[in-house]
């Protein structure tokens, strides 16, 4: 298996614009996970799916992020419009469900800056 | 305030030598802990688990303790390698009844052939 696959894995934008972060899950697992990651705040869990639905979104920092995730194979994070202070490593995880003894498998992150 | 705290400082040992990582939690009941690893550039990569009624849990050379009444975990690598330098993740399971878990921040170590 290719793992969990992230693009792009570098983004570089100004401020104000758009930016969509994009995420492929392990086949066959059930659970997608946004997180994002700085020196000042660590791993911050941002939303998470189960069977493309959202369960929650409460780590959404502001209305300016938005998450889908149409079918099983795919999701988005989208920045609309972006700051400096969104300058992070996104991660996206998936795992067979939530039961809570399952595991996480992450991806390599898409590194942002937004300038 | 929920909140877990790992060694801040980075922790230096020579190779050959037992490396101890420590996680901290305050106000959490968590039914387990988890530990990852995390490699410059690259996304955590989960090691152990280990439940609230387990004690103790090894892997090769790690080894996890859960004490739930000093609400702290220690993880220990015996006869570190140069190869085990990497930062280390604790996370705990928010609620005791999803995998929606909440990441400490990370001890980095180094380990010196």
């Known amino acids: 298996d290719a793992g969990v696959i992230q693009s792009p894995r570098h983004e570089v934008t100004e401020m104000g614009q758009e930016v969509t972060l994009r995420c492929k899950p392990i086949s066959g697992h059930n659970s997608l996970f946004w997180y994002r990651q700085t020196m000042m705040r660590g791993l911050e869990l941002l939303i998470y799916?189960?069977?493309?639905?959202?369960?929650?979104d409460s780590g959404m920092p502001e209305d300016r992020f938005s998450a889908k995730m149409p079918n099983a194979s795919f999701s988005t994070l989208k920045i609309q419009p972006s700051e400096p202070r969104d300058s992070a490593v996104y991660f996206c995880?998936?795992?067979?469900?939530?039961?809570?003894?399952?595991?996480?498998?992450f991806g390599p992150g898409t590194r942002l800056l937004v300038l | 305030s929920q909140k877990i705290e790992q060694n801040s400082e980075a922790l230096n040992i020579q190779e050959g030598k037992t490396a101890t990582l420590t996680c901290n939690y305050t106000n959490y009941s968590p039914a387990y802990l988890q530990w990852y690893r995390q490699d410059p550039g690259r996304g955590p990569v989960f090691l152990l688990l280990i439940r609230e009624n387990e004690k103790e849990k090894r892997k090769e050379r790690l080894k996890v303790t859960f004490d739930t009444t000093l609400k702290q975990s220690l993880f220990h690598i015996t006869a570190s390698q140069p190869a085990d330098s990497a930062t280390y993740l604790c996370a705990l399971d928010r609620s005791g009844a999803t995998n929606k878990l909440i990441f400490g921040t990370g001890t980095l170590l180094a380990v010196q052939p």
């Open positions: 799916f189960n069977n493309n639905v959202p369960i929650d």
């Open positions: 995880a998936s795992s067979g469900g939530l039961a809570v003894q399952e595991t996480q498998y």
